[in-house]
């Protein structure tokens, strides 16, 4: 296909006709009369060889193709978006700006409160806007990442696009504080009997491989897509979860639970900035990165409690 003997015009027609099925709308949505609408379509029609939207009684619906355009279709747009706004320079302290993060409620509350504080000291007009992890991000990873300006996660779970390296992190066990079947320390028998609080994605997928090593199969009785309710969870219940030490120590006294280390030498967490190379050289993105990086650097020396502690009685 040659970019240059189409119409990126139609992109923008596409994504309008996708998302509201009807013409009248999408002109209107888009600044485009009816029958200019209407000759759009008409020209994509052509060219996919596909009604793209099919009369359903009084309304369209979108064929098998129209279905397949429609998250395509999105994410071209965000992608030209994102090439067409990219600056030569770009001045922290003067400019207004949105990035868009990629993260886990764990990251934002360990890591994004860090990076939203620094910026609001330095460049006020700058802001932020964290989006949960999708559950289908491995198999779009690339589409996902030339729409936003970076997805926090560690390393372990996707590969082959650049980071930018943040800070180290270890995994612990919670365990309610008045649970009478742990003792002062975790066993692998322990994490074999207690029912489990999981995270629901795949975003601990190092340490629940190395947990299949080691033969043990968790017997899941609560699955939830926040690392911070886990403790909430575990409290007053004979389960247990494995969550981050940071987070841990963040959360510490929310709930009545124990910080346990691990019965074994657990994988290390490595946290880092994954972004796509459409923003390898624009200046607001390398002045993101940099921000980052310092954050964490600052982070890292100040450095967290490690420490086994339980939550004081209340």
């Known amino acids: 296909m040659n970019l240059a003997s189409l119409d990126l015009n139609l992109v923008v027609a596409l994504r309008a006709l996708l998302q509201e099925r009807n013409v009248t709308r999408a002109g209107e949505r888009i600044g485009l009369s009816q029958p200019a609408m209407s000759a759009a379509l008409a020209r994509l029609r052509r060219h996919f060889d596909d009604d793209l939207l099919a009369r359903v009684g009084g309304g369209y ?89 970076g997805l926090l996660l560690p390393h372990g779970i996707i590969r082959g696009f650049p980071t930018v390296e943040l800070y180290q992190d270890s995994w612990v066990f919670l365990v309610a504080d008045d649970n009478p079947e742990v003792g002062e320390q975790l066993t692998l028998d322990d994490l074999a009997r207690l029912p489990w609080v999981t995270y629901q994605r795949a975003y601990d997928a190092p340490a629940a491989r190395q947990i299949a090593m080691l033969g043990i199969e968790p017997r899941v009785a609560v699955s939830v897509d926040s690392f911070q309710l886990m403790p909430l969870l575990v409290a007053g219940t004979r389960r ?30 490595q946290q880092a900035l994954w972004w796509h190379p459409v923003h390898m050289h624009d200046a607001a993105h390398m002045w993101l990165r940099d921000t980052m990086a310092r954050v964490a650097e600052m982070m890292e020396a100040a450095g967290r409690p490690t420490t086994t502690t339980s939550c004081p009685p209340k």
């Open 61 to 149: 619906e979108l064929t098998a193709l129209g279905r397949a355009l429609l998250d395509r279709t999105t994410t071209a747009c965000d992608l030209l978006e994102r090439v067409f706004a990219s600056q030569a320079e770009f001045d922290p302290s003067r400019e207004e700006h949105e990035f868009t993060l990629i993260a886990s409620d764990y990251a934002v509350a360990v890591f994004g409160t860090e990076l939203a504080r620094t910026i609001q000291a330095e460049a006020p007009g700058i802001r932020l806007r964290f989006k949960q992890v999708p559950n289908e991000f491995i198999d779009s990873t690339g589409s996902l990442l030339s729409t936003v300006d």
């Open 240 to 269: 247990v979860a494995l969550l981050q030490r940071r987070l841990a120590d963040e959360l510490d006294g929310l709930a009545h639970v124990r910080i346990m280390e691990p019965p074994y030498d657990a994988v290390p967490i």
